[in-house]
């Protein structure tokens, strides 16, 4: 099984899927997540099962790999810019502002990737995103929008929805 994870930071998904997917690629829209998502592999002896890459769904050359996945599974940058100011002070001063917003209104990469994902997904692949609070219907569309028809959203433990 083949996966990506289209993601700035969230590598615990990863290392749960590494264990049984054949082959992984870790992509992630900021640099210094990459630093950490290998230093996080390293800890847990999965270096040689990942391959780890900085891109943005953004940029020009985010397909030119030419790989198809299993599953995609992403926590994007889903605060708004709007709203980033009023993040927690230590949120504001220890992670990048771009493994957090998009700096647009907080759907650019949820509208990004799944515009690609049928390109890059085998027949049958799932694709996987973190949601921020209240995003679930929005995303929901953007991805009927995209023609993926079974849509299911999980809660997290505080009830809040969190996965789609």
Same mark, same amino acid.
């Given at each position: 099984m $083949?996966? $990506?994870n289209l993601t700035n930071f969230k590598l615990l998904i990863t290392n749960v899927f590494i264990y049984w997917c %054949? *082959?992984? &690629? #870790? @992509?992630?829209?900021?640099? @210094? =997540?990459? #630093?950490?998502a290998r230093e996080n592999a390293a800890k847990h002896s999965v270096t040689q099962r990942i391959q780890f890459s900085?891109? &943005?769904v953004h940029? *020009? /050359?985010? !397909? %030119?790999?030419?790989? =198809?996945?299993d599953i995609i599974v992403s926590n994007?940058?889903?605060i708004s810019a709007e709203d980033y100011p009023e993040l927690q002070e230590e949120i504001l001063k220890y992670e990048p502002k %771009? #493994? !957090? &917003?998009? /700096? =647009?209104?907080?759907? &650019?990469f949820y509208e990004g990737i799944t515009g690609l994902a049928h390109d890059i997904l085998y027949p049958g692949g799932? !694709?996987?995103?973190? !949601? *921020?609070? *209240?995003q679930a219907d929005k995303v929901g569309k953007i991805m009927k929008g995209n023609n993926f028809t079974t849509i299911s959203i999980q809660n997290d433990y505080l009830g809040v929805q969190r996965v789609i």
């Amino acid at each position: 099984m $083949r996966f $990506r994870n289209l993601t700035n930071f969230k590598l615990l998904i990863t290392n749960v899927f590494i264990y049984w997917c %054949q *082959g992984t &690629s #870790a @992509i992630f829209a900021c640099e @210094i =997540k990459v #630093a950490i998502a290998r230093e996080n592999a390293a800890k847990h002896s999965v270096t040689q099962r990942i391959q780890f890459s900085h891109h &943005s769904v953004h940029d *020009g /050359d985010f !397909l %030119q790999e030419n790989h =198809k996945f299993d599953i995609i599974v992403s926590n994007p940058p889903y605060i708004s810019a709007e709203d980033y100011p009023e993040l927690q002070e230590e949120i504001l001063k220890y992670e990048p502002k %771009q #493994a !957090l &917003s998009d /700096d =647009k209104d907080g759907y &650019s990469f949820y509208e990004g990737i799944t515009g690609l994902a049928h390109d890059i997904l085998y027949p049958g692949g799932i !694709l996987f995103y973190e !949601l *921020g609070i *209240g995003q679930a219907d929005k995303v929901g569309k953007i991805m009927k929008g995209n023609n993926f028809t079974t849509i299911s959203i999980q809660n997290d433990y505080l009830g809040v929805q969190r996965v789609i």
